[in-house]
Nanobody, 115 residues
Framework: QIQVVESGGGLVQPGGSLALSCVAL????????MAWYRQTPGKKREWVAT???????HYSDAVKGRFTISRDNAKKTAYLQMDSLNTADTALYYC?????????WGQGIQVTVST
C-alpha cells in the first residue's frame, strides 16, 4: 500500500507559474515511478509527466517545455513545476505512484488558470 498526498495548486493568472508536490509513503520511494495526470469534467484523465526511479523524465506534448517534473528521494516527494500556464491547463491534477503491481493515486488537487 502506498499513500499519496498532493499539495500546492490553486488559482493563477495566464502566463503564471505554480508548483505541485506529492508525498508517497509506505514503501521504498526511491524505487517508485512517479507521475502526474490531470482531468477536466467530462474528459478522460490525461497523462502529464513521469519521473522514473532512475530519474529519467517524460512529458506529454501538451506540457513539454513548460512543465518540469522532479523528485527528492530523501523527502519521498515528487514535484511538478508548471510555468507559462494557460487556461487549457485548468484541471484537477492527480499524483500517481507505481511500484511493481502497486498503483496508487492521490485525491487530486485543483489548478485553475484564469484572469
Amino acid at each position: 500500500q502506498i499513500q499519496v498526498v498532493e499539495s500546492g495548486g490553486g488559482l493563477v493568472q495566464p502566463g503564471g507559474s505554480l508548483a505541485l508536490s506529492c508525498v508517497a509513503l509506505g514503501r521504498d520511494f526511491s524505487a517508485m515511478a512517479m507521475a502526474w495526470y490531470r482531468q477536466t469534467p467530462g474528459k478522460k484523465r490525461e497523462w502529464v509527466a513521469t519521473v522514473e526511479h532512475t530519474g529519467m523524465r517524460h512529458y506529454s506534448d501538451a506540457v513539454k517545455g513548460r512543465f518540469t517534473i522532479s523528485r527528492d528521494n530523501a523527502k519521498k516527494t515528487a514535484y511538478l513545476q508548471m510555468d507559462s500556464l494557460n487556461t487549457a491547463d485548468t484541471a484537477l491534477y492527480y499524483c500517481n505512484a507505481k511500484l511493481g503491481r502497486i498503483d496508487s493515486w492521490g485525491q487530486g488537487i485543483q489548478v485553475t488558470v484564469s484572469t
